[in-house]
């Protein structure tokens, strides 16, 4: 039986898809959902005197956009709540700031999460058949099962 369930998501259709299959999935138990946004902090270009690109140095973002960027993830949570919590499921949602692959493993690792669930993001002329990024970097790092849920 799965206990608590980690639900990634980034508000797109496809990171979205997982939702009503946990809804399946959770019927009639008392898992603890945490629905998790990972929102990536930006990286900036700086450019040397004779205009070259120099590397990617990351800026921390100032305060006031650090806030408005929390704040729009939490707004694009409580609509991926609703369906959950309608169908009668207990979840939570959470914020974190970093590489999203990354900070979905050490939110799985901290929480103890029995689970992962997320949707996939095909890309590309072989979209059907590969997938994302993030969720292909879960697979095959986290230490719990994961469960992808392909479009």
Same mark, same amino acid.
């Given at each position: ?6 639900? *990634?998501?980034?508000?797109? /259709? ?5 939702? *009503? ?13 945490? #629905?998790?946004?990972?929102?990536? /902090? ?10 070259? %690109?120099?590397?990617? %140095?990351?800026? *921390?973002?100032? /305060?006031?956009? =650090? ?13 991926? #709540?609703?369906? #959950? ?7 939570? *949602? ?30 590309? %002329? ?14 095959? =790092?986290?230490?719990?099962? %994961? ?5």
């Amino acid at each position: 039986m799965i206990e608590s369930l980690l639900l *990634p998501t980034d508000g797109s /259709e496809p990171a979205d898809k997982a939702i *009503p299959f946990a809804i399946k999935l959770l019927e009639n138990t008392a898992c603890r959902v945490t #629905l998790l946004c990972v929102v990536e /902090e930006p990286v900036y270009s700086t450019f040397w005197a004779d205009g070259l %690109v120099a590397p990617e %140095v990351f800026l *921390p973002p100032p /305060e006031e956009l =650090h806030k408005e960027l929390d704040r729009k993830a939490e707004e694009m949570l409580k609509g991926s #709540l609703k369906p #959950l919590r309608d169908a009668g499921i207990e979840a939570k *949602p959470k914020v974190r700031f970093g590489n999203p692959a990354s900070e979905i493993l050490l939110e799985a690792e901290e929480g103890g999460y029995d689970m992962i669930a997320m949707g996939s993001h095909g890309r590309g %002329v072989l979209g059907n058949f590969l997938l994302g990024s993030v969720s292909n970097r879960i697979v095959h =790092h986290a230490k719990c099962p %994961v469960l992808i849920v392909r479009q």
